[in-house]
């Protein structure tokens, strides 16, 4: 998988970029609603009822003449674009319209009456109308005799790089797929669906992540109820109403709500991979970044390869975990640290089977952002967890905290770092011999059963038959 190098950018710079939203002309507002037979025309807006906080028209990105029909925020300046309609067939000239087809489908039509994008809704509507709402979602609504309104299609069920609140993401865990996701600008001047992508990654333990291609490049960790374990920065002042679940169909969803009473608040998936929350200043007429991922070297996937241990304040970032080696030492000492490691010694377990889980323990490492691929177990405290694991050989780690429970892991560990603060404990299996003197087991072990047996052996006086018993 390729890495690419982190840019950090103001987050200013981005919204700089997306001025030219009326080729230099006044916008005119023609209203809140798109009825049957009218047209918007380049250079007219349709803007959200209530508060007036977004409009829908005719823009051109910053050094293109390519048009494009959008949603942004009306009220803010310099002008921010949220979604895009046309993203893969721009006009080339201003003569483009907006307005309702025979089949009651909004469509774009350029001057020769041809249509570049349609919402494709395959229902017949005799009359339907298109409203900007004033959450930032565009919905194309049919509208029966007896004036009930029944909405056909919607916006924000086809997000392009922002993420905006009362929208929801989902995921299919049925399908392992991601449904509706978040896909970055192929570059500031390019709304086209670019390299990147962002969803929830349907796992037992759901996770943001944010995708190179068909690449794992950033992911979260799992949500704990409150926050995701994986993103020491996610301030909870900015998490005001985000919430994951899963809905009546099984599918999970991510959505969250206004911060601070206030619309502007949102996530963007930049050109560059960058997945950032932002939240508008008024005081300052600029955007404040809360957080954004990923921030540093060690928060791309796998930096460090299976098995091996990402830290910014380590020279070189990358170790293998206590207990493993790399497994091209020449590779890992020449920076290339892709293959990872792999055990230096073998796990009682696996050279004895199920019957000898006794001879190993396990190690706790602190503030550590988990393995990927975590699988949830049933047990009811920290020690309960451990018991479990440590008597089926399959499970090589463990994790516990209060709001998520217990966590597993089986086979090799893939994208573990070390954080400065936060994180959570993560416990490691390794055979006895790798754990050192009974200090430091005692320091690091928790299992009980197997402190028993060691200093049992130390009370018999043969120490000598145990590298595990403290000598003198």
Request: aromatic share 10%; hydrophobic share 35%; with cysteine.
């Amino acid at each position: 998988m390729g890495i690419n190098n982190i840019v950090k950018i103001p987050a200013t710079v981005g919204f700089l970029l997306f001025a030219n939203l009326c080729h230099m002309q006044t916008c005119t507002a023609i209203g809140t609603i798109l009825a049957t037979n009218n047209t918007i025309k380049d250079g007219d807006t349709l803007v959200s009822g209530g508060g007036e906080d977004f409009a829908l028209g005719f823009f051109s990105p910053h050094n293109s003449t390519n048009r494009y029909v959008g949603i942004w925020y009306n009220k803010i300046r310099p002008e921010t674009i949220v979604w895009v309609a046309n993203r893969d067939t721009p006009l080339a000239d201003s003569s483009g319209i907006i307005t309702i087809d025979v089949n009651g489908d909004l469509v774009i039509l350029d001057g020769r009456g041809g249509a570049i994008w349609s919402t494709n809704t395959s229902t017949l509507a005799k009359i339907a109308h298109a409203e900007l709402l004033d959450t930032g979602n565009l919905q194309l609504r049919e509208v029966d005799s007896d004036n009930t309104r029944r909405v056909l299609w919607e916006s924000f069920d086809y997000p392009t790089d922002t993420h905006l609140p009362t929208m929801k993401l989902y995921s299919d865990p049925k399908r392992n797929d991601t449904r509706v996701g978040m896909t970055s600008w192929r570059s500031a001047s390019d709304p086209s669906p670019g390299n990147f992508s962002s969803g929830i990654d349907p796992q037992k333990l759901p996770q943001v992540v944010i995708l190179d291609g068909a690449d794992p490049r950033w992911r979260s960790g799992p949500w704990d109820g409150g926050t995701y374990i994986g993103v020491p920065a996610m301030d909870y002042m900015y998490l005001n109403g985000y919430n994951l679940n899963k809905n009546y169909e099984g599918m999970i969803e991510v959505s969250y709500d206004y911060f601070n009473d206030s619309f502007y608040n949102r996530y963007v998936l930049d050109s560059l991979g960058m997945l950032k929350q932002l939240v508008w200043e008024e005081e300052k007429n600029s955007w404040f970044t809360a957080w954004s991922a990923p921030d540093t070297e060690c928060d791309l996937y796998g930096r460090c390869g299976p098995n091996g241990r990402c830290s910014m304040s380590s020279s070189p970032i990358c170790n293998c975990l206590k207990g493993f080696e790399p497994k091209y030492s020449g590779e890992w000492n020449g920076g290339n640290w892709s293959a990872g490691c792999v055990r230096s010694k073998q796990l009682e377990c696996e050279k004895n089977g199920n019957g000898s889980w006794k001879g190993d323990g396990f190690l706790k490492m602190e503030r550590i952002k988990v393995p990927d691929f975590a699988d949830s177990l049933a047990a009811g405290s920290l020690t309960e967890c451990e018991e479990k694991c440590q008597k089926n050989c399959s499970c090589v780690a463990y994790a516990h905290t209060s709001l998520i429970g217990c966590m597993i892991w089986g086979g090799d560990l893939m994208d573990i770092q070390q954080f400065a603060k936060g994180g959570v404990d993560f416990n490691i299996r390794l055979p006895a011999s790798e754990l050192g003197s009974l200090d430091f087991i005692a320091g690091e072990m928790a299992y009980a059963g197997f402190l028993h047996a060691i200093r049992s052996v130390e009370e018999k006086g043969l120490c000598g038959l145990s590298s595990c018993c403290v000598q003198g």
